[in-house]
């Protein structure tokens, strides 16, 4: 063994992010449906709404067959991630992470394409802040929760 220290985050739902989501998107699609003229703006705003709801049944409801179900960290930028439809992918998080007070978004490499987002209220407080230090600093922090990968 390694002795190196990893911890698996499971997330929850996030109703309060899900609904940020579609009042985002929902403005985006009065705005289009506004400047752009006749039915070409109606079809754009419904689009618009539509991928707003698709992108809060996956990413903040965690609904989607490819929903981020758990994070497993450890030191370095690796992250393994559970999704719903039980696979494991293995991810390279970028340097340049997010890390606020309500919200952590970690950046794939760029060629994956792929940021996850994960807001305060998908955690427990405690594994909120265990992401936190870790996203800021690259290293699991000894909590006694640590758990070797399986």
Avoid: K, Y
Wanted: aromatic share 6%.
């Amino acid at each position: 063994m390694s002795g190196e220290r990893t911890l698996r985050i499971q997330l929850s739902p996030s109703r309060s992010l899900a609904a940020i989501i579609v009042v985002v998107h929902g403005g985006a699609a009065v705005c289009a449906g506004v400047f752009v003229a006749g039915s070409m703006g109606i079809w754009l705003g419904v689009l618009i709404a539509g991928l707003g709801i698709a992108a809060a049944w996956d990413r903040a409801l965690l609904r989607g067959r490819r929903s981020v179900r758990a994070l497993i960290i450890g030191s370095g930028d690796n992250v393994i991630l559970d999704l719903a439809n039980a696979q494991r992918v293995g991810l390279r998080i970028s340097p340049r992470r997010f890390v606020s007070a309500l919200v952590v978004i970690l950046p794939g490499a760029p060629w994956m394409r792929r940021n996850i987002v994960v807001w305060r209220d998908m955690l427990d407080p405690d594994s909120f802040r265990v992401l936190r230090l870790w996203a800021l600093w690259g290293r699991v922090p000894d909590t006694g929760t640590t758990q070797p990968v399986t």
